[in-house]
């Protein structure tokens, strides 16, 4: 392996870190939770606020195009994850969006009753599948398998199988394409959740057959605390499906005030409500990082840094077990090691100017966001998990106190 600053030497991605900006002295691993901020975004607000809704106020929905703001961040997250605008759409949140896609999905199948996840799936894409089985009850159900027992565990009672492409605890990857070619050899429908793809590396929804996506505004698209999420619906299916949330902003002509429900052409359907303007123009303003920058180079800068992390810190910390596949292609852009005391050594870590997270029960989790890291952050970081473990800095009573978030 080249040497860390060889590495960044040759890094054709290295001028992207200036659109960030990032505290001195801190090393982020933990842009797969909270984006950092990008450059000028602060001075392109201030314009949003006092311009725009200051001054414009009322007016600002035509004049400042904000009833089209996000149809327009739509089409900038479907140039990442390979698709069109016309099969995008921007606004709530993740959970939301994923009661909003499986409910369109059921009606799809109406003759089959079951919803098919992995138990190790991020428990909010859980929840909703489960209280939306509870809703509609009629005999609807949630299963569960893993990654291991997914294609035997499809039958022709699955509706919709709802999957997140990287797992959040492990970083470990499906392969979308061909699960979706199970999926649709088993007459079902498949969705994927992006929250920890979009932004990390290249997506091409259409081209795996995707039915339904889902994903997250404040991850790897760096939209800041909360950022709109966004959803996909396949061309296919987009004149078929009537939205279970039927909000006036997804009607068919929202200032025509009718009594009644008339879907919107497209995509145009699965909006829902007002569309939160500030926080929507702070995505808008995160997504210019991604100008012109090579998906292809992202994934290779992002696999090299992920290597030079498990190297390093395998050489330097044998305690800590490795959890994420080491085989490039089964990961996502994380990687994250099993400790008992896991919680505390993260804390340390943080305390001494490295920060990743901690998932129950016991990863200590590090994302790896290629647009602004380097290597030579990577290997400093390695040396301070280092001289964390080796001498037992997490091993204090205030580092095994639970924070409210982890
Ligand atoms: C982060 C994440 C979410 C978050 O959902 P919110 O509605 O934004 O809280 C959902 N699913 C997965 C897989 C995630 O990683």
Not at 170 to 198: F, N, P, V
Request: some cysteine; charged content about 25%; proline content about 4%.
């Amino acid at each position: 392996m080249a040497s860390a600053q060889e590495s960044d030497h040759l890094d054709p991605l290295k001028d992207l870190r200036s659109r960030f900006t990032l505290p001195d002295g801190l090393i982020y691993l933990d842009g797969n939770s909270l984006g950092v901020l990008p450059t000028g975004l602060g001075d392109r607000m201030s314009e949003v606020i006092e311009r725009q809704w200051g001054e414009r106020l009322v007016r600002g929905w035509n004049d400042a195009g904000w009833i089209d703001l996000s149809s327009h961040v739509a089409g900038k997250i479907a140039a990442l994850v390979g698709t069109g605008a016309n099969c995008v759409a921007v606004g709530d949140s993740t959970s939301i969006n994923i009661f909003k896609v499986l409910s369109a999905a059921l009606s799809l199948r109406p003759s089959r009753r079951v919803i098919l996840s992995d138990k190790n799936n991020f428990p909010t894409d859980l929840y909703v599948a489960d209280g939306l089985t509870r809703l509609i009850g009629q005999g609807y159900e949630l299963k569960l398998a893993t990654a291991e027992t997914m294609t035997d565990a499809l039958d022709d009672s699955v509706a919709a199988v709802l999957l997140t492409e990287v797992d959040y605890r492990t970083g470990e990857r499906y392969d979308m394409k061909a699960m979706t070619r199970h999926i649709h050899d088993k007459g079902a429908l498949a969705i994927w959740d992006l929250c920890h793809s979009a932004g990390a590396f290249p997506v091409h929804l259409d081209a795996a057959g995707a039915d339904f996506a889902i994903g997250c505004g404040y991850k790897y698209l760096n939209g800041g605390p909360g950022a709109p999420a966004f959803l996909y619906v396949a061309q296919r299916h987009l004149e078929d499906i009537t939205p279970a949330l039927s909000g006036w902003m997804g009607h068919d002509a929202p200032f025509a005030f009718t009594t009644d429900y008339r879907p919107a052409e497209g995509i145009g359907r699965m909006k829902v409500g007002t569309p939160p303007i500030l926080s929507l123009s702070a995505l808008n303003i995160a997504l210019d990082a991604f100008d012109g920058v090579d998906m292809s180079l992202l994934r290779r800068k992002s696999q090299e840094l992920c290597d030079r992390f498990i190297f390093e810190v395998e050489h330097r910390c044998p305690e800590l077990e490795l959890v994420t596949p080491r085989d490039r292609a089964r990961r996502g852009s994380q990687v994250s090691f099993r400790h008992p005391e896991g919680y505390a050594i993260m804390q340390a870590l943080i305390a001494n100017g490295v920060i990743g997270d901690f998932r129950a029960p016991d990863i200590l989790r590090f994302g790896m966001t290629p647009l602004y890291l380097r290597h030579i952050d990577i290997l400093a970081a390695a040396e301070i998990l280092e001289r964390v473990m080796q001498g037992r800095l997490w091993d204090r009573e205030e580092y095994r106190a639970r924070a409210k978030v982890t």
